[in-house]
């Protein structure tokens, strides 16, 4: 099983519309969540980080469940320059010792 | 200049070519990492140094060579590659090592084996 899964996608979003995908971990030890977002043939870039409680910067909003071991984005009022690669990243520590472990990310294309 | 780069930004070389890459940190971080990225897959993290020390290799075939000469340069040996490695290879840094501070990377470089 991977340690991080994302649905490849592509999610196709109307310009406007609201998107929303989920992310699952598989180390119940994992101890920080973060979005990163990755344009095309571009590096990653911190989104924002997803805290217990839910967060929200703008139009994104992420949550964390902990229980079930997945995390979710959601970005309302699709711009086109939301169209991006969204990597869902876990940072887990073995051995003392604490690495981030990335997801494969999720497509989103939005259209006009 | 500010942030992380990386050149060359693109490289095709023969499987018995010898060449490095280059990766600079302007951002004052002690953490520099090796990552490789191949189409439709999560990054795999290669290395980590942390002050100019190694301080992970994750199983990492020994065609790749990681060099950190300082805390702000690293490099990455490469010789007799395999065309599966072929791939985009981002540089990252962070504040320190092994913790869940945002990393930055570089703009990466798209390697082709031939």
């Known amino acids: 099983r991977k340690e991080v899964e994302q649905d490849p996608g592509p999610f196709n979003v109307p310009e406007g519309a609201t998107v929303a995908f989920n992310c699952t971990y598989s180390?119940?030890?994992?101890?920080?969540f973060f979005w990163y977002r990755q344009d095309c043939r571009k590096e990653p870039k911190l989104l924002m980080s997803v805290y217990s409680s839910g967060n929200e910067d703008g139009r994104f909003t992420a949550q964390l469940n902990r229980a079930s071991q997945y995390i979710s984005l959601l970005i309302r009022d699709s711009k086109l320059s939301d169209s991006a690669t969204y990597l869902c990243?876990?940072?887990?520590?073995?051995?003392?010792?604490?690495?981030?472990?990335f997801g494969a990310g999720t497509q989103v294309v939005v259209t006009p | 200049e500010t942030g992380v780069t990386q050149t060359p930004r693109h490289l095709v070389m023969g499987m018995t070519n010898k060449k490095s890459l280059k990766c600079e940190q302007h951002?004052?971080?002690?953490?520099m990492y090796w990552y490789k990225q191949s189409a439709k897959k999560p990054l795999e993290l290669m290395f980590v140094?942390?002050?100019?020390?190694?301080?992970e290799n994750n199983s990492v075939p020994s065609r790749f060579s990681p060099e950190c000469p300082n805390s702000s340069h690293l490099f990455l040996h490469l010789h007799t590659l395999q065309p599966e490695d072929s791939a985009l290879y981002l540089c990252a840094s962070s504040p320190v090592a092994g913790s869940n501070y945002e990393q930055y990377f570089g703009p990466g470089t798209r390697l082709t084996v031939t």
């Open positions: 180390n119940s030890a994992s101890q920080s």
């Open positions: 951002l004052g971080h002690n953490a």
């Open positions: 990243v876990v940072f887990m520590t073995t051995d003392s010792w604490g690495k981030l472990q």
């Open positions: 140094y942390s002050l100019e020390e190694r301080v």
